[in-house]
């Protein structure tokens, strides 16, 4: 004869509390895989509207989700309560939750650590290609540094090439717990110069030419935009008249014999196995001019999406 606690109702408050903090798994417990889904794509509902509709507005975005996980938590309850069901499914019992969050959760850390993973861009480095708290999706397989939620993997050689222009997110280099995103702009053995607020590459200059004024989301006055332009690839730059052409603070850095500093700029031929990267907001950006290349093996992946 089968054990009777396979008949046992479920508990209202271990429902209510599934319902809280994990609101598919409440309505599993309950033995209601419809209501599981639905919750689910609530779920999937909210944050894409916290990334696309409410990206400047964090708190009310949160209180949504919370008054979800509230409803779901008093609806787990009442199913829980008013349960007639005689034999719960595999699901609904303590090892089938176990075993779907864990998968879940596998699955989730697979695709973070090793595909594709979200980041938050937070500074104005990078405007006007990337907005200050804009959502960024970064393709990770073929870049070799593998891991997500702080936890690292492992590392492997690099397959994915990096190019000039890529924008990338890369470990910093004075503190690796610390993710940046800039555009790549020198490669191995490359000679850049930066004087005068001209970027030139191997000793070829890259045409610049202005375009409307960038209007900030955050300050009344806009910057001066132009198009960066060189071969077939063109991007947008803010380069502030006013802010003096040397770079205000050099710090310590490996291989900081292969620059030159004048009052004008700067001049640095990148190490192998490194890349100069820089800001597209070039006076309002700490980037290689400041603290110096990036190894290849602090380089996370390449912004795929960049969603604004």
């Known amino acids: 004869m089968e054990s009777t606690a396979i008949y046992r109702k479920p508990n209202k408050w271990i429902a209510a509390v599934l319902g809280l903090f994990i609101q598919p798994a409440g309505m599993l417990y309950v033995a209601r895989p419809g209501w599981a889904a639905a919750y689910f794509a609530l779920a ?31 609806h787990a309850y009442r199913l829980a309560r008013d349960s007639r069901v005689l034999r719960r499914p595999w699901y609904s019992r303590w090892y089938g939750l176990v075993g779907i969050v ?17 980041f938050r861009f937070q500074s104005g480095a990078m405007a006007p ?44 280099p004075e503190n690796t717990a610390l993710s940046y995103a800039m555009r790549v702009v020198g490669l191995p053995g490359d000679r850049i110069s930066y004087y005068n607020k001209r970027l030139k590459i191997n000793e070829e200059e890259v045409q610049i030419r202005r375009i409307a004024d960038y209007v900030h989301k955050d300050r009344a006055i806009p910057s001066p935009q132009y198009l960066e ?3 077939d690839h063109e991007h947008a730059i803010l380069i502030e008249r006013e802010a003096p052409a040397a770079v ?10 292969r620059c030159a500093y004048t009052a004008e700029g700067l001049s ?6 490194h890349y100069f990267v820089l800001g597209d907001n070039r006076d309002n950006s700490s980037d290689s001019r400041t603290w110096g290349f990036v190894p ?12 604004q």
């Open 129 to 172: 290609s990337i907005e200050p708290r804009t959502h960024l999706i970064v393709r990770k397989w073929g870049y070799g540094n593998y891991g997500t939620y702080g936890i690292h993997v492992m590392t492997t050689g690099m397959s994915s090439e990096v190019q000039r222009w890529d924008i990338v997110v890369f470990e910093y």
């Open 102 to 118: 864990a998968a879940f959760a596998a699955l989730v850390f697979g695709i973070r650590a090793f595909l594709f993973e979200p």
């Open 229 to 231: 332009r060189l071969g």
């Open 296 to 307: 290849a093996i602090n380089i996370i992946g390449k912004v795929q999406y960049i969603l």
């Open 44 to 74: 999937l509902i909210i944050v894409l509207g916290n990334v696309f509709v409410l990206r400047d507005r964090e708190l009310a975005g949160n209180a949504i989700a919370l008054l979800v996980a509230i409803i779901c938590a008093i």
């Open 248 to 257: 205000p603070i050099v710090r310590a850095f490996p291989f900081r014999e």
């Open 268 to 273: 640095c031929r990148v190490p192998e196995g």
